[in-house]
């Protein structure tokens, strides 16, 4: 069984490779791919984020990448919007039931793929890494965004770390709950 930091050790050099970056032998599929991983790990896949973020750019210089984090892609759409400061107030008076129910529209994952797509248009990115899954739940759900932006991605790869299980069928979010029926993406390493 391949540990933990053997995975991490083989992002790096999958990312560069060019059958990811070009979509080789994925038969019309799209080129999403997720490294999941155990939870209780998500400081040190922080961590080794930021690693790749350093390293792209210096293994392979004309890479055109960009990291959207889902949690800071909400509250920046939410500020440009000017809902965070009534998403504050909902919260402080009604609580995070309220909350939830007042940001369903806003943070609709059809408005979110958009929102997406302008901080990372696929024409001008090689590949785009995705963090945060954790941060954003419940306000946003990760397979929902990634249905949404199957038909905006075109050909650009992208890659989702998930704190999670991604069982090729289905996710499960922290391993524990009720796993969500998705299975067009590719496990990065196993």
Do not use: C, W
């Not at 961590?47 to 800071?72: A, D, G, M, V, Y």
């Not at 797509?117 to 954003?136: F, H, T």
Request: charged content about 25%.
């Amino acid at each position: 069984m391949t540990s933990f930091k053997d995975r991490l050790d083989k992002i790096l050099d999958r990312l560069m490779s060019e059958e990811l970056l070009s979509n080789a032998g994925l038969g019309n599929e799209i080129g999403f791919y997720i490294f999941d991983y155990p939870p209780e790990h998500e400081l040190e896949v922080r961590e080794h984020i930021q690693f790749l973020l350093r390293q792209l750019p210096k293994r392979k210089p004309q890479l055109r990448f960009t990291h959207i984090h889902l949690f800071e892609l909400m509250l920046s759409y939410l500020k440009k919007r000017k809902y965070l400061e009534r998403a504050f107030k909902v919260q402080a008076e009604k609580g995070d039931d309220a909350l939830l129910k007042s940001l369903k529209g806003p943070l609709d994952p059809k408005r979110m793929a958009a929102e997406f797509i302008a901080q990372a248009p696929p024409e001008q990115n090689d590949l785009v890494l995705v963090s945060g899954v954790g941060s954003a739940y419940p306000l946003l759900r990760s397979h929902n965004l990634l249905n949404n932006l199957h038909h905006l991605m075109e050909d650009t790869p992208l890659v989702m770390f998930y704190p999670g299980v991604y069982t090729g069928q289905g996710l499960r979010l922290f391993g524990r709950l009720t796993e969500i029926n998705y299975y067009r993406a590719f496990q990065l390493v196993v």
